[in-house]
């Protein structure tokens, strides 16, 4: 990766939007380079897609926690379906799968309050292999704009 594909993926992380012309006028390459990187980009798996960002309050869901799940026993079965089940919510943002004191982490999306418990103890905690579920209030979520790839040791 040089810093030809580190400028690109700076420019597609800012708005995935852009169109190929608008990537080569800013990185000051001929249009054909510009799509031959991207579409490199894509292939070797370092851009896995592109998706819209959502304002989760201007869709009915300003309610954000964090919540923490352990279950038991620890196999792979049960973690694993656990995980497809979580992932499966409707309320789900993410899904994290742990080390540590809890195996999960759920970043969850829900309209109010009432949803939110409701999610927790009505269909979280009836799971008969959740034996632990800790949950915490988001009051602001903010991701970086981009990620700046590693460059490798010299």
């Not at 196999?75 to 497809?84: C, G, I, K, L």
């Not at 943002?93 to 080390?99: G, L, Q, T, Y």
């Not at 602001?140 to 490798?152: I, K, Q, T």
């Amino acid at each position: 990766m040089d810093d030809l594909d580190r400028a690109l993926l700076r420019l597609l992380q800012e708005n995935g939007r852009r169109t190929n012309r608008d990537l080569a006028l800013a990185t000051r390459v001929v249009p054909s380079t510009s799509l031959q990187r991207v579409r490199s980009l894509i292939e070797r798996g370092i851009i896995s897609g592109f998706r819209a960002e959502l304002d989760l309050a201007a869709i009915g869901r300003p309610v954000q926690a964090l919540v923490s799940v352990r279950v038991r026993p620890s196999s792979r079965a049960v973690m694993e379906d656990f995980r497809t089940w979580a992932a499966g919510l409707r309320e789900t943002v993410s899904v994290f799968s742990m080390a540590g004191d809890a195996d999960f982490l759920l970043h969850v999306a829900v309209p109010d309050v009432d949803g939110l418990y409701g999610l927790v103890v009505d269909r979280i905690t009836e799971r008969s292999e959740v034996s632990d579920v800790q949950t915490s209030l988001v009051f602001d979520h903010r991701r970086a704009p981009s990620l700046e790839p590693v460059h490798p040791a010299e």
